[in-house]
T-cell receptor, first 113, second 117 residues
């Protein structure tokens, strides 16, 4: 099955700086890679996703890059703000067609004002 | 759009009782719903996948007789934790995937915190 690894587990940045979170996956057939933001006591919220036929996608301050050959993808947040503080999870959809998502272990991002 | 609700948001029960958690897709029809469990400071672990009108598919290590899943309609799935014990205390989260061919996204509910005394 799919195995997703995520680094770092914690990340602290100064407000206004950029934050980068990286994930690797094992199943070369995986074709969908979403990123979720989870605030304390709440469910995950989809913030951006990318499909395997695209190398990069951007939405305002958030961007995701995908390297299919190396099987890794990254989340980039620019001009960070205190409200960006949360736990971020990457995920990969396996190639079985079952639509299951396999999650990384999460990154706790703290933006210091 | 794409809103998923869960009820209740939290529940406290005595050991040995059963607890039912509802997951609803409010503005779309969901062919498939997923149930996850999340322990503190850990990632989401998929428990089971349910398709409307058919039996759920459970992940390895998840007891299907303990975690009963019913997906009776395209907007509602329920998870019943039977004979709950303290080790079942966790944050249970559902997600739903719209009934569109090739659709990848999963939309998550706000979660239900279960505490078993």
């Amino acid at each position: 099955g799919e195995n997703v690894e995520q680094h770092p587990s914690t990340l602290s940045v100064q407000e206004g700086d950029s934050a980068v979170i990286k994930c690797t996956y094992s199943d070369s057939a995986s074709n969908y890679f979403p990123w979720y933001k989870q605030e304390l006591g709440k469910g995950p919220q989809l913030i951006i996703d990318i499909r395997s036929n695209v190398g990069e996608k951007k939405d305002q301050r958030i961007a995701v890059t995908l390297n299919k050959t190396a099987k890794h993808f990254s989340l980039h947040i620019t001009e960070t703000q205190p409200e960006d503080s949360a736990v971020y999870f990457c995920a990969a959809k396996d190639g079985t067609g079952a639509n299951n998502l396999f999650f990384g272990t999460g990154t706790r991002l703290t933006v210091i004002p | 759009g794409a809103v998923v609700s869960q009820h209740p948001s939290w529940v406290i029960c005595k050991s040995g009782t059963s607890v039912k958690i509802e997951c609803r897709s409010l503005d779309f029809q969901a062919t498939t719903m997923f149930w996850y469990r999340q322990f503190p400071k850990q990632s989401l672990m998929l428990m089971a996948t349910s398709n409307e009108g058919s039996k759920a598919t459970y992940e390895q290590g998840v007891e299907k007789d303990k975690f009963l899943i019913n997906h009776a309609s395209l907007t509602l799935s329920t998870l019943t934790v039977t004979s709950a014990h303290p080790e079942d205390s966790s944050f249970y989260i559902c997600s739903a995937s719209p009934a569109l061919a090739g659709y990848n996204e999963q939309f998550f509910g706000p979660g239900t915190r279960l505490t078993v005394l």
